[in-house]
């Protein structure tokens, strides 16, 4: 028995030890998110598409648009950049098939719906940042003069992604998109800020989650899910009124459950609600997803800080598996999450520089609590081991004093 205690204190030691060195150690590198990709490609290649599609509506679809989005992001910072729009094209390939569009409304305006649309575009346009392809341009600028035309026609500044269903989530992808097209769009984009502006939810200051279609009112209030997408693609349409949404969000959104490490509520604070299959299952209120998503948007607004502090929390949290060529977490039971948090690592914004960053809200002593109770764990196996190796001569010293 005492050989298997030891066994199990080594174990606990080791896994400690790992815990502490991945809390420490930069967790946004390239290098990591190749191997992320390098896995995700194995899993597409497997029907990791197909599988996904079974656990939401759109699964299908975001594990492809993911994956060739963290490609184009590598390829706009150098890394291997021919195979970046290769993959990246790839990935289109199988966003446009029959499979990919199977979910969305082939007569919705804009075709297939704002969301099928604004993520489509989105992807087009950063393939042809890294080459150049005439039928792609012809087809980026003829779908975004239509998804513009829709904007401009629309009542509401948030367009309807399913019949009778809209979420300023996915318009916010779609005006990004046009931002990307170019200045011929301006108009358009200006406008969509303006009138979002105006359309605020009033509890929280922010985008709302989900509006009545036809006018853009407000149906639920912020939520954490949509504002982590929101506020990746919002610095993209308007810097500044990207750092003021970014700012409440952050302020609103942020926790720190238990004092152990960052992560993003699904609710603002002083709100209650249930999960759903976007945000998951919510513990103390945290939604996992969000959280992930939410790295990528602290990285496009320059707060290296807080997603450093989301990501190297991930790293004790999402117990990650590396092997020579991949990476995946929570053993690569959910190839979905992979891709989002993939591509969160690798987020920059496309069409302006990354802004300065803001005042810091989180510092290095967030690891503290943590890095302790790694600590507690790694050595109170071996503790206890020592207490139960002296016991035989504690209770022969009890022994002789009653003697």
């Not at 916010?172 to 359309?199: C, E, K, Q, Y």
């Not at 967030?366 to 600590?375: C, D, F, H, Q, S």
Request: proline fraction near 7%.
């Amino acid at each position: 028995m005492s050989r298997v205690r030891k066994v199990f204190a080594g174990v606990l030691t080791i896994l400690a030890v790992v815990g502490i060195v991945r809390l420490v150690a930069p967790a946004t590198s390239t290098d990591g998110v190749r191997r992320q990709l390098a896995f995700l490609r194995e899993q597409l290649d497997d029907g990791a598409d197909t599988d996904a599609q079974a656990l939401f509506p759109e699964g299908y679809f975001f594990l492809n648009v993911l994956y060739g989005l963290t490609w184009v992001d590598l390829g706009k910072r150098g890394v291997e950049p021919d195979r970046a729009a290769e993959e990246a094209a790839w990935a289109l390939a199988r966003m446009e098939s029959p499979a990919g569009r199977a979910p969305f409304d082939a007569a919705a305006i804009p075709a297939y719906g704002v969301f099928y649309a604004g993520w489509t575009n989105w992807l087009r346009g950063g393939l042809l940042t890294l080459r150049e392809d005439p039928a792609e341009r012809a087809r980026f600028e003829a779908d975004s003069q239509t998804l513009a035309a829709a904007f401009d026609a629309s009542p509401s500044p948030f367009l309807t992604a399913y019949p009778g269903q809209a979420w300023p989530c996915d318009s916010t992808v779609a005006i990004a998109s046009l931002r990307l097209a170019g200045t011929r769009f301006a108009p358009t984009v200006d406008r969509w800020v303006t009138r979002a502006r105006g359309l605020l939810d009033p509890a929280t200051g922010l985008l709302p989650h989900y509006v009545d279609p036809a006018t853009g009112a407000l149906v639920d209030g912020a939520r954490g899910t949509s504002q982590a997408i929101i506020q990746r693609f919002l610095v993209d349409v308007d810097p500044v009124f990207a750092r003021e949404q970014y700012l409440v969000f952050r302020d609103r959104f942020l926790d720190r459950p238990l004092w152990l490490g960052p992560a993003i509520r699904e609710y603002p604070h002083g709100v209650d609600g249930a999960g759903d299959v976007d945000s998951g299952p919510l513990i103390r209120g945290i939604s996992l997803s969000t959280t992930v998503v939410a790295i990528g948007a602290a990285q496009a607004q320059g707060d290296e800080s807080l997603a450093g502090a989301l990501a190297e929390f991930g790293e004790v949290a999402g117990i990650p598996l590396t092997t020579f060529d991949t990476k995946r977490y929570a053993f690569g039971l959910l190839p979905i999450g992979d891709a989002f948090l993939a591509w969160s690592k690798a987020a920059r914004p496309w069409t302006t520089p990354t802004p300065a960053a803001p005042d810091a809200v989180i510092g290095a002593g967030w690891r503290v609590p943590l890095l302790l109770l790694l600590l507690l764990i790694g050595l109170l196996p071996w503790l206890r081991l020592r207490s139960l190796r002296d016991l035989p001569a504690r209770r022969l010293r009890r022994v002789h004093r009653e003697r």
